[in-house]
Structures are given as C-alpha cells and as structure tokens.
C-alpha cells in the first residue's frame, strides 16, 4: 500500500502564516475592547451583586436563625427555671394547705369536744336544776297540804275513819301531782 | 492496486484566509476576524443579557454565569493575586472568555478554526498584559519593580552577572513572548491535527474504507481532547496574566 503523505508548505506565495495580520489585530483590539467594556459595565457588576445580595442574604439568615436559636435556648431555661420554681411553690402551698386543713381538722374536734363537754355539764346543770326546782316545789306543796291538812283536822275534829280517808286523799292528792 | 496520493494542504491554506470585506484595506474582515466578531457578540449577548436579571435564587442560566464568575474571581484572582484585588476580575474574567470563545471555534462543526491559531490575536492579548504588568509595577512598586526582579535579594553578589541578564531577559521577552506563542502553538498544533486526521478520515474511506474507522475514531478523541486544551490554554493565559500582575502589586515574594 502506497500512502504518501505529503505535509509540504509549498508555494507560499504570500506571508509565513506564523506573521502577525495587522488586520486581524485590528478587530481583535476591537472586539476585546467592546467586549471588556461592556462586560465591565453591564455583566460583571450584576453577577457580582448578585453572589453579593445572596451571600448578605444568606449570612443574616443565619444570624437570624443563630440569634432566634439562642433566644430559643435562652427562655427554654428561663420556662424551666419557672417551672421549677411554680412546682416548688405548688409544693409549698400544698403543704401548707395540708397543715392549715389538719390544723382546722384538730380545732374543730376540739371545739365540737368543748362544745359537747359545755353541752353535757348545761345538760347536767338543767337535770339538777329542775330536779332542785321539783323538790323545792314538793316541799312547799307538801307543806302547803300539810297546813291545809292541819286546819282542816283542827276544823272538824275528826273521826277515826274520817281520819284515815283524809289522810289517803292526801296522799293521792300528792301522788297526782 | 493505487490508493492515489494524499496531499496535505500547504499549512497557510489552514490559516489565512481571504478578505469578506473591505477587501485589500488595512481593516478588512476576513474569517478569523469574523470569528472574533461572532464570539464578541455572543460573549455580550450570554452574559450581558443573561445578567440583566439577576434572581436571588439562581436557577439554570444564572447559575452559569454565576459559576463563571466565581471561577475567575475565586479561582484566578483571589488564589492568585489576593482578596483585595478583585478589581482585576472583570478584566481577567473578559480576557479568560475572549480566549475561550474563540479557542472553542476550534470543535465547532463546519467552522473548525481557531482564531487564536493566528498570531495576530494572541500577539495582541499578550502585549495588552505586557503592557499592563509594567504600567502595574511601576504605578505600585516604582522603580524597585525592575530593581527587584534584576537584582534579587539573597543572590550573591557574583552570581548577578549570570543572574540580572537572564531576569532581564525573562520579564521583557520570555514573559510575553511564552504567553502568547504558548496559546498560539497550541492552538496551531491542534487545528493541524484535527485537519490531517480529518483528511486522512476522508482518504481511507475513499480508498480504503476498512481502515477508515482509525482515523475516524482518533479524530473524534481528539476533538475531545482540543476541547479541553482550549479551556486549558484559556485558563492558563489568564492565569498567567494573574500571576504578572501579582508580581506586579506586590515586592517580590
């Protein structure tokens, strides 16, 4: 197989393609030179600023969320150091409502003893009284009969029989009463 | 049995090209000033129009030119020059998608040329950096900008003989002279490459189709291949424009 590869510069009739064009620099000076300018002006601020507006963005996210964490964190103890302190004062006014009932429990036996010792010795005072005031009555009826009694013997001057019937209806007479 | 003869084409017949326009005057357009004004417009029309509204929440297109930005500025100037100098991100960022825009002309089908592979482009990029890092140093450093590069502290005293010459040589020829032949040979290389597998796909399936599907296929992994070249010479330049204004700014390291 014949291959001939023939890699031959033959026949430059014009300039060694290596020679700088001034043409071609022309329009490139052109060209980068719009290029630049308008990038400069128009595309790069606007990306820039808008990395720039996310990242400020971004970053006072953060600290919001930083600060809100820690104003989480710091009334999350300040609830429970309330708690505690609420639990504990429950505990307290329980107590002490454990200790006021058992005190009203202990006065109230205590009175409704006192009462019931008041009631009694009253009770006991009326018995005497009324059983003074009954003896005191039967004496002064028996002494009232008795005179009566008395005067009626010294008015009739009785007999026997008369004697014993007047003496029985004393006595029923008495009984009665 | 004859396979008739291969004839690569004379390599200016791959790179100059006939005047459009005004033909003969000193500012005729020809294709690869054509090229460079397509890609103009296409730069201004991509980004330009593209950032007219910017969201907060980026989505799709904003995000690439967002993500070309942020490559630049983070990656180019940031890493390279420093925080404070994010002031050269615009020019660095125009100079990195003029190079790109162009280099990739090299894969795009039907036109296949890049404009960067002509002399007159790099040429004018790397003499605008040129041009730039002197004024640069001058304006930040004075004279020390020179001083510094051609007598370098800690050097001894002898060895500057053999050491201000080469520093001397280095920051007014090498400097430019590699950046824009580095970006030129590149681009030359590969167009002349993909060129000659291109014809050589043609030839064999002419001639001999069987064979026809080996330069077919290192075409196309080529093609592959120059995309990336012309996303890394675009890089490097820019880097390298960087690196020289850096040098620029600040004493010497």
Excluded: C
Excluded at chain 2, 96 to 107: A, D, G, H, T, Y
Excluded at chain 2, 112 to 124: D, E, G, N, V
Excluded at chain 2, 216 to 244: D, R, S, W
């Amino acid at each position: 197989m014949h291959l001939a590869v023939l890699l031959a510069a033959e026949s430059v009739k014009a300039k060694n393609p290596i020679v700088p064009e001034t043409k071609e620099i022309i329009w490139a000076v052109v060209s980068f030179v719009i290029v630049f300018g308008l990038l400069a002006w128009k595309a790069w601020p606007a990306i820039k600023k808008a990395i720039a507006d996310r990242e400020a963005h971004i970053r006072t996210d953060l600290e919001r969320a930083e600060s809100a964490k820690d104003e989480a964190e710091s009334s999350l103890v300040e609830y429970q150091r309330q708690l505690a302190e609420a639990r504990n004062e429950a505990g307290k006014i329980i107590e002490e409502a454990r200790l006021a009932a058992d005190q009203v429990r202990k006065d109230l036996i205590a009175r409704a003893e006192a009462d019931a010792t008041e009631l009694r010795g009253r009770a006991q005072d009326d018995i005497r009284l009324a059983t003074e005031r009954a003896l005191a009555d039967l004496q002064s009826r028996v002494a009232e009969l008795s005179i009566e009694l008395a005067e009626k013997v010294v008015e009739r001057n009785l007999d026997h029989d008369t004697q014993i019937a007047l003496i029985e209806s004393y006595i029923n007479q008495v009984g009665s009463r | 049995m004859s396979l008739g003869v291969f004839v690569f084409p004379p390599i200016d017949e791959l790179f100059r090209w006939k005047d459009i326009a005004f033909k003969g005057q000193f500012y005729a357009i020809n294709k690869t000033s054509l090229l460079v004004m397509i890609s103009s417009v296409l730069i201004l029309a991509i980004f330009v129009g593209g950032s007219r509204r910017m969201k907060l929440v980026p989505k799709g297109f904003q995000n690439v030119l967002e993500m070309t930005y942020e490559f630049v500025d983070r990656g180019i100037t940031r890493d390279v020059i420093g925080n404070d100098a994010t002031r050269f991100t615009p020019f660095l960022g125009s100079l990195f998608l003029f190079i790109l825009f162009l280099n990739f002309w090299e894969v795009i089908p039907f036109i296949q040329f890049p404009p960067t592979s002509r002399f007159a482009i790099p040429l004018f990029l790397a003499l605008m950096v040129y041009v730039l890092y002197w004024f640069l140093g001058f304006k930040h450093q004075g004279i020390k900008y020179l001083t510094g590069h051609l007598f370098p502290a800690g050097v001894p005293l002898a060895l500057y003989i053999l050491v201000t010459p080469i520093e001397l040589v280095q920051i007014l020829l090498v400097r430019p002279f590699s950046l824009a032949v580095r970006l030129l040979a590149n681009m030359m290389a590969g167009h002349i490459l993909l060129t000659a597998l291109a014809l050589l796909t043609a030839y064999t399936l002419k001639n001999a189709p069987i064979i026809a599907l080996g330069p077919f296929a290192l075409n196309i992994g080529v093609t592959a291949f120059e995309i990336l070249v012309g996303f890394l010479q675009a890089y490097i330049f820019t880097l390298l424009t960087a690196v020289y204004i850096a040098d620029s700014l600040h004493a010497e390291h």
